[in-house]
């Protein structure tokens, strides 16, 4: 893959990505020792920084201090979240609003392919494609002239696996590899402050029609709270659907837009992610520290 040239407004990007590898570490290193409560030297030291260092990394990447953060890493915080929840969807549905408290109040618009396109796997689509770094590392997004269709997060910058996912999930269509084609709505997905504007952000899925009720679904949970299998079932009309619906959540290929980070277990517990339940983890509590400041 080819280098990217970086502007100064995206320089911060790019390193909010980079810090992310090393915040990664610290969750996973807490998520091991989270009953003995390390200190923050301990947190520091797994990470290979001194407590100055890291402090202000972590600060500079969550905008909370680490201690802070940490309080919504918890599993408890995720029953709470859920036994929170159900009112909340509630009002939002009874009042017609189709993506209550969206992150950067986001208006997202949901096209699906025709009959055709699901078929041939997006045959006669051009894709345009690149990396980007983002807050919980680089992602992977791809471009068409009707919408967003791909976005999933890597490993690493150079992204082999995930373009071969991608160029499988759209086997039909033709790719061009482009970064700057996705640029500007990167900006607009995690830039923390972004105006999202008045035009919707459009995305275009490729899905059962089942599946597609799903996503929609998805749409409905609200930055800072989560849903379990069962809301999501009785919001369709399929409450006795949770393992579809799960399965559902795992093929979505359009992560954070379309929240399934925002799924838990019915019993309250977090779930895997798709793309990691560190990052799950994270991007939930990310979302709630910046909800609840």
Not at 202 to 213: A, D, E, H, P
Not at 246 to 255: E, L
Request: aromatic letters at 10%; charged letters at 20%.
């Amino acid at each position: 893959m080819s280098t990217l040239s970086l502007e100064p407004d995206t320089l911060s990007n790019t390193q909010a990505a980079l810090d992310y590898q090393r915040i990664e570490k610290a969750i996973v290193y807490l998520q091991k020792h989270f009953l003995d409560q390390p200190e923050l030297a301990d947190v520091a030291r797994a990470v290979h920084l001194s407590e100055f260092h890291f402090q202000r990394l972590f600060s500079r990447w969550a905008g909370i201090s680490p201690k802070r953060f940490l309080q919504f890493l918890t599993v408890e915080h995720a029953k709470r979240q859920l036994a929170e929840f159900k009112p909340v969807l509630d009002v939002a549905l009874d009042s017609g609003l189709s993506s209550p408290g969206r992150l950067h109040d986001l208006f997202v618009s949901v096209e699906a392919v025709s009959p055709g396109e699901f078929k041939s796997r997006g045959a006669g689509l051009t894709i345009e494609y690149g990396v980007h770094p983002t807050p919980f590392g680089f992602c992977l997004m791809g471009v068409t002239r009707r919408g967003l269709c791909w976005l999933s997060f890597l490993e690493s910058e150079q992204g082999a696996e995930g373009i071969a996912e991608m160029k499988d999930h759209w086997s039909g269509a033709e790719f061009v590899e482009r970064p700057e084609a996705a640029a500007a709505v990167v900006d607009r997905i995690f830039a923390p402050g972004q105006e999202a504007g008045s035009l919707p952000l459009s995305l275009l899925v490729m899905g059962t029609n089942f599946q597609l009720k799903v996503w929609h679904a998805l749409l409905n949970i609200p930055a800072g709270a989560v849903a379990s299998y069962d809301s999501i079932g009785k919001l369709i009309g399929a409450p006795t659907s949770s393992r579809a619906i799960g399965a559902a959540v795992g093929q979505n290929a359009i992560a954070f837009l379309i929240p399934c980070h925002r799924i838990i277990r019915n019993t309250g517990l977090l779930g895997g992610y798709r793309w990691g339940e560190t990052r799950k983890k994270i991007i939930l509590a990310w979302e709630t520290a910046r909800t609840a400041a």
